[in-house]
């Protein structure tokens, strides 16, 4: 699947715009087609032209939103002219609709990535309710290249997708220092403790990805009869606090995407 033809403007590049920008580059994308505009100018990728303001007569064939959703009111009627075919959005929260009011385009299609997309390793999640299979196959050869690139067909799920997907990375971060911590607190190195905890949180996942069983059958090969992970997993176990613990972060990161979208909506 190759990339969409005709110009794609960035509106807003920074952490998760760049990061998808940076793998499109990798994987082949023309950095002539792009162009990134930001209110600080950021320094584009080579190729790309950076501009602080729109270029007045011209049009993208895709215009991708790539600013805060709190922005999203203020920036909206600077770009209400533009009538690309296809607007692309990655706000969090804000729904389809809210975007096709202020933004007029052919199609819109929101897109929910994660950052390890920067590698590949990404998550970038789609919606749209255009029925167009050249709007649905030029939203997915942008996704594809960065991971997993799933569409969810019910928009009200989309900010569950969110808290798991698009947040999912910070929780693990999260983890990762976590274990590395718990690690330092048995005395061991700081460096040690956190190669170890990197090293087999990365394994873990690879061998999750490619096992015969769920990870929760995985899980219990490690815990040997009468051994030590068994101990472990009880204190995890103990009144489902580690699920309960992630049911909470999920269900607190989905009520703010529904706030976002809430806001926006004005
Ligand atoms: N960071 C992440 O892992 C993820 C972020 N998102 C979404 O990505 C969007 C951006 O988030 P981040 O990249 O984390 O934030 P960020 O703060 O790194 O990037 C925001 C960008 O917007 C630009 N900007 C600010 N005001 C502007 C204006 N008036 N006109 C044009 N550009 C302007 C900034 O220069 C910057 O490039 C948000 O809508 C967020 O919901 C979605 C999935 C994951
Ligand atoms: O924190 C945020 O709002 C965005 C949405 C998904 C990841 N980061």
Same mark, same amino acid.
């Given at each position: 699947m190759s990339f969409p033809a005709g110009p794609i403007w960035l509106v807003g590049c920074g952490n998760m715009a760049g990061a998808m920008l940076r793998r499109w580059l990798a994987e082949g994308l023309d950095p002539a087609q792009v162009t990134v505009i930001t209110r600080s100018g950021t320094r584009a990728p080579e190729g790309v032209r950076s501009l602080t303001a729109l270029p007045i007569d011209e049009t993208p064939a895709i215009l991708m939103l790539g600013f805060k959703p709190q922005q999203l009111n203020d920036i909206a009627p600077t770009l &209400?002219?533009?009538? @690309? &075919?296809i607007l692309l959005s990655i706000l969090a929260g804000v729904e389809e609709q809210t975007l096709a009011a202020q933004i007029p385009a052919g199609a819109v299609v929101r897109l929910m990535p994660n950052l390890p997309v920067a590698i590949g390793q990404g998550v970038t999640a789609l919606y749209t309710r255009s029925p167009d299979s050249a709007v649905r196959d030029a939203a997915e050869a942008l996704a594809r290249p960065l991971g997993l690139a799933p569409w969810v $067909? $019910?928009?009200?799920?989309f900010d569950a997708v969110t808290a798991l997907a698009g947040c999912g990375p910070a929780f693990v971060f999260r983890f990762i220092d976590a274990m590395a911590q718990a690690g330092i607190g048995l005395g061991l190195a700081p460096e040690l403790a956190q190669q170890l905890a990197l090293a087999t949180v990365d394994g873990a996942g690879a061998m999750a990805i490619t096992a015969d069983a769920a990870p929760s059958v995985l899980a219990d090969r490690v815990a040997? @009869? #009468? #051994?030590s992970t068994r101990e472990g997993l009880n204190v995890l176990d103990m009144n489902d606090a580690l699920k309960r613990l992630m049911a909470d972060t999920l269900k607190a990161s989905e009520r703010r995407n529904r706030e976002m979208a809430q806001a926006a909506r004005g």
């Open positions: &209400a002219h533009l009538n @690309p &075919a $067909d $019910d928009e009200a799920r040997s @009869p #009468g #051994g």
